[in-house]
């Protein structure tokens, strides 16, 4: 052949050729498919009474609620293989397979799942365990200081009625030294005992008065009686002021005044 007339070959050979080794590479991809759908059938069995069952539980992927992760949220349960696409069924295959050849580590992965499980729930009930014991805490402690408050209330009563009780007593046999008693010494119907006038409230006055932690033998219109007459203006003027020390005498007095125009006006909302 003449060397001046020689042509290259036509490059529908090499066309030809990597048609070939795709087709080729397409073919071994459809056995191994055929095969992995193959070992499926297997697993899965001819039940297809189960296969219809299924077919009633099935929600499309599309309406699914998937978690931010994009965990779908409706799984409950395996997949069903009736309602997979090629790519999603292979890969439900090979992690089918994968499963079955790494027994163990699927196990353990399970058992840690369990572990896990398990410490949360206990958590929870610790959780729970501690809010109620923190719960019945405050409430005995609420408890106990409401006790302490009505003991505190009950005794500081007993202590008002000795004091009247003394100091009537003393008025009356003239033991008192002219000019010895000062503002707290005198019994007001206030609890705690006041430091000022500005304790002699009409609300504090009707707390310790009406309370129900003494006295139930009286009603309450009694009870503002008989105080009404330990406090009027006058008798206190005369049987008790002298025995009051200078300086304090003019705070006494107004003193007076507030609680008789509290328990006025206690009386008048009782009628």
Do not use: C
């Not at 292979?90 to 840690?112: F, L, N, P």
């Not at 896990?116 to 200081?145: F, G, M, P, Q, V």
């Amino acid at each position: 052949m003449d060397e001046s007339t020689w042509a290259p070959p036509s490059t529908s050979i090499k066309d030809d050729k990597d048609a070939m080794r795709a087709q080729m590479e397409e073919d071994e991809e459809q056995a191994f498919r055929d095969k992995l759908f193959d070992a499926m059938e297997m697993d899965l069995g001819q039940d297809s009474a189960y296969n219809h069952f299924n077919s009633y539980a099935h929600v499309p992927s599309r309406w699914r609620k998937r978690s931010p992760t994009g965990r779908d949220l409706n799984d409950t349960g395996p997949p069903d293989p009736n309602y997979m696409n090629d790519e999603e069924y292979a890969e439900y295959i090979r992690e089918g397979m994968w499963e079955r050849t790494h027994k163990a580590e699927v196990e353990e992965r399970e058992r840690r799942k369990e572990r896990a499980r398990e410490r949360k729930e206990k958590e929870k009930r610790l959780k729970e365990e501690s809010k109620r014991l923190e719960a019945e805490a405050i409430e005995e402690r609420r408890r106990k200081r409401e006790e302490k408050n009505k003991r505190k209330l009950r005794d500081s009563w007993m202590a008002y009625e000795s004091r009247w009780s003394t100091l009537q007593k003393a008025a009356a046999s003239s033991t008192i030294v002219a000019g010895s008693l000062d503002f707290e010494f005198l019994p007001w119907p206030v609890h705690p005992p006041p430091k000022s006038i500005d304790a002699l409230t009409k609300e504090s006055i009707s707390a310790f008065v009406l309370s129900d932690l003494h006295s139930a033998e009286k009603s309450k219109k009694q009870r503002l009686r008989d105080a009404l007459l330990l406090y009027h203006p006058d008798r206190f003027e005369s049987k008790f002021m002298p025995f009051v020390r200078d300086q304090d005498r003019a705070m006494v007095t107004e003193g007076v005044g507030r609680v008789v125009r509290a328990l006025n006006a206690l009386t008048e909302e009782g009628r």
